[in-house]
């Protein structure tokens, strides 16, 4: 059975954020500007998304 996907884009810098918001954009997968991670449709990384919401870009 396939899981729901989301795709997660970092498009703002994580520099001068707060340490726990990097650290959650790492936990999501993004590295560099721009780059990109499908993941899980989960409460867990939506929550992930919603706390950095500010960083990411979001396509369902």
């Known amino acids: 059975m396939a899981d729901k996907k989301i795709r997660v884009t970092?498009?703002?810098?994580?520099i001068g954020t707060k340490q726990d918001h990097r650290a959650t954009v790492r936990g999501l997968g993004l590295r560099k500007l721009n780059s990109s991670a499908e993941l899980v449709d989960s409460p867990a990384v939506r929550g992930?998304?919603?706390?950095?919401?500010?960083?990411?870009?979001?396509?369902?």
Not at 10 to 14: G, N, P, R
Not at 51 to 57: D, H, P, T
């Open 10 to 14: 970092l498009v703002k810098s994580v």
């Open 48 to 60: 992930m998304i919603k706390k950095v919401a500010y960083l990411v870009k979001c396509d369902g």
